[in-house]
């Protein structure tokens, strides 16, 4: 039975503020237990639910030394179908209200927290076949391996994977004021952890991790471009031989129209009529005008400018003033889209509804009242959110980018085919062009439309198919 050890900086139902939750979350649970024995190591933020450390019982605790000071690491665990979670204590660190941009600098918390889990291993008495890092918070991990553990036995045989959930994200600081990488040889500091001039976390993981996995194909790709690649594309080409892209599944019980408890009128492809039932829920909770023929457009989201909502404000005037349309937004992100979106909701309340904030529950009855959900965002590793708005018979909206593109198939009229619409260019009007196109099929071809709903939700979003692939990774670098 192979050890498979996953660390990163967030992960359901613990702590989350993105997609990666989510996926760390979930991927483990449908890894072949027959095979793999699967745990899961993040920080014990403060922050996490006092319902789940309440479960956690202390396994031991030690001291480390590292530059700052011997540090404290005190380790927790607790286990639920089948999966051991770990958590790494430390007040100094972990204490915030947040798990990012609180107590201390981002790059010392998570320089701390790679060190933090290598040590912990042999205090464990736990030796992972693999460990599969998460994002720039654990890039330094596998470095780390092999510069403080390279000649000692108990480490020798681990071998690494590294998953890049957004390459925006790199952990960038000054060289020399990260104080939990002082000790680590200039060698590396100004080698295999620098670009541009800056200590860059992310790329020490693409260098020093067996494999490289993203979470698309065509992300996969985008990154190796000067385009997609954020300044590291001629790293990502040098290690294309060990990158590969696997698209992201998403839980599929917690996201079914026939048995979601958030949902008013559940349904499914064989009572799809049941959805218009939602809607006016929808509408009335919103404080919209209860228009059967409005078609109510979606946006749940981070409201950030990586998922494009420029564009979407330039054209809200024009959208709103289109008869029977209405627009439901909920997310919480920069002040300026907050604002926006808050702006048109005062000047159209019968139309346009902006929820500034977030909410589990709420999220639901969106995903399964609306009609069209709007993704037109900038660059997009994967994207979960369109997933879920297809398992509720809402047709996705999207701009042909990263793991949109892939997984969002564009209606043809010839064949019938297809589970949404996409645009190619990252601009305002190739997108109003294509929601009004959109808009067209839904008024005047309520069958074929219909139709289009149904295939949305026969989409195969399912984790089953995803971790086949990454259990052939830990085999390929495992044998
Ligand atoms: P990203 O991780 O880039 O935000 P994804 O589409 O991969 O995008 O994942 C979005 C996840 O976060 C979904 O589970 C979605 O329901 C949730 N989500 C969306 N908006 C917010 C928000 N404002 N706060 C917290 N979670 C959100
Ligand atoms: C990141 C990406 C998103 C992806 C998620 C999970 O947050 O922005 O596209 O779906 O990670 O992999």
């Known amino acids: 039975m192979k050890k498979i050890l996953f660390a990163a900086s967030e992960g359901n139902p613990f702590i989350k503020t993105g997609g990666l939750a989510d996926v760390v979350g979930a991927l483990p649970k449908y890894i072949d237990k027959s095979l793999y024995e699967i745990s899961i190591i993040m920080p014990l933020y403060r922050c996490i639910p006092q319902k789940f450390r309440e479960q956690m019982k202390k396994v031991t605790h030690f001291y480390e030394n590292m530059p700052r000071e011997q540090e404290y690491i005190g380790i927790y ?136 996995t993203t979470v698309s194909e065509t992300y996969a790709r985008e990154i190796q471009t000067p385009e997609g690649g954020e300044g590291l594309d001629g790293v990502m080409r040098e290690v294309s031989g060990k990158l590969c892209g696997i698209i992201n599944g998403i839980d599929e019980k917690e996201y079914d129209a026939q048995t979601d408890k958030n949902i008013p009128y559940p349904f499914g492809t064989k009572n799809i009529a049941e959805k218009k039932k939602d809607k006016k829920a929808l509408q009335k909770e919103m404080g919209l005008k209860q228009d059967a023929k409005a078609c109510v457009i979606a946006i749940v989201s981070r409201l950030t400018q990586q998922k494009g909502f420029e564009l979407v404000v330039s054209v809200m005037e024009e959208l709103l003033q289109t008869e029977h349309v209405q627009v439901v937004v909920l997310g919480t ?147």
């Open 77 to 212: 665990k607790m286990e639920e179908s089948g999966i051991t979670y770990y958590f790494i204590d430390n007040e100094y660190y972990f204490a915030g209200d947040a798990p990012y941009h609180h107590i201390c600098e981002d790059v010392n918390k998570f320089a701390f927290f790679s060190r933090a889990v290598l040590a912990a291993l042999p205090q464990l008495k736990f030796c992972p076949d693999v460990i599969h890092c998460h994002d720039w918070q654990t890039g330094l991990l596998p470095m780390l391996l092999k510069v403080f553990y390279g000649e000692n036995k108990f480490y020798q045989n681990i071998k690494t994977v590294f998953t890049i959930h957004n390459q925006k994200f790199q952990g960038r600081w000054q060289i020399d004021d990260i104080e939990n990488c002082r000790d680590i040889p200039a060698k590396y500091r100004y080698g295999a952890m620098e670009a541009y001039g800056e200590s860059n976390f992310l790329k020490a993981g693409i260098l020093y991790a067996d494999q490289v």
């Open 333 to 479: 992100g920069e002040e300026r889209f907050q604002h926006d979106f808050s702006w048109f909701a005062q000047k159209y309340p019968s139309q346009m509804c902006a929820n500034i904030g977030y909410s589990e529950d709420k999220a639901h009855r969106i995903y399964a009242g609306a009609d069209m959900f709007l993704m037109p965002s900038q660059f997009e590793p994967c994207g979960l959110s369109q997933l879920i708005s297809m398992r509720y018979g809402t047709v996705p909206i999207v701009r042909e980018t990263g793991g949109l593109k892939d997984t969002v198939e564009p209606y043809n009229e010839i064949w019938q085919t297809g589970t949404g619409f996409g645009f190619r260019n990252y601009d305002a009007g190739e997108m109003l062009f294509i929601i009004r196109y959109a808009l067209k099929i839904y008024q005047e071809q309520p069958k074929a439309w219909k139709a289009m709903m149904k295939r949305c939700m026969k989409h195969d979003s399912s984790w089953q198919t995803v971790t086949k692939k990454y259990e052939a990774i830990y085999e390929k670098i495992t044998s």
